[in-house]
């Protein structure tokens, strides 16, 4: 069973920018999609970005033209780039691979995730 681990995150002001890094204990070569998710306090988790092996990228409308995802599959990592933070952006942020793009069931165990606090 692949794991997933998420790092990156920390305090931001608004208007800061974070990259985020998901690394993958195993090959991800063959994974259709890859893609982040978030989950803000008391808020469902939702999935904020998907890239696929053929790197077509997909975002939510929240983010859409702030973030950007990216993979290496060489490496077994995903990136999330993310510009012109929002205090609406704030939450915990995971990876995982979503088996459509509902986003609601997902190929791998969740993992720790990496906190995103954007606040002056």
């Known amino acids: 069973q692949v794991q997933l681990v998420e790092s990156g995150g920390g305090l931001v002001q608004p208007g800061g920018s974070l990259r985020l890094s998901c690394a993958a204990s195993?090959?991800?070569?063959?994974?259709?999609?890859m893609g982040w998710y978030r989950q803000a306090p008391g808020k469902e988790r939702e999935l904020v970005a998907t890239?696929?092996?053929?790197?077509?990228?997909k975002y939510a409308d929240a983010v859409k033209g702030r973030f950007t995802i990216s993979r290496d599959n060489a490496n077994n990592m995903v990136y999330l780039q993310m510009n012109s933070l929002k205090p609406e952006d704030t939450a915990v942020y995971y990876c995982?691979?979503?088996?459509?793009?509902?986003?609601?069931?997902?190929?791998?165990?969740w993992g720790q995730g990496t906190q995103v606090t954007v606040s002056s």
């Open positions: 995982n691979a979503p088996l459509s793009y509902s986003g609601n069931l997902v190929l791998y165990s």
């Open positions: 195993g090959s991800i070569f063959s994974i259709n999609i």
């Open positions: 890239i696929t092996s053929g790197l077509n990228t």
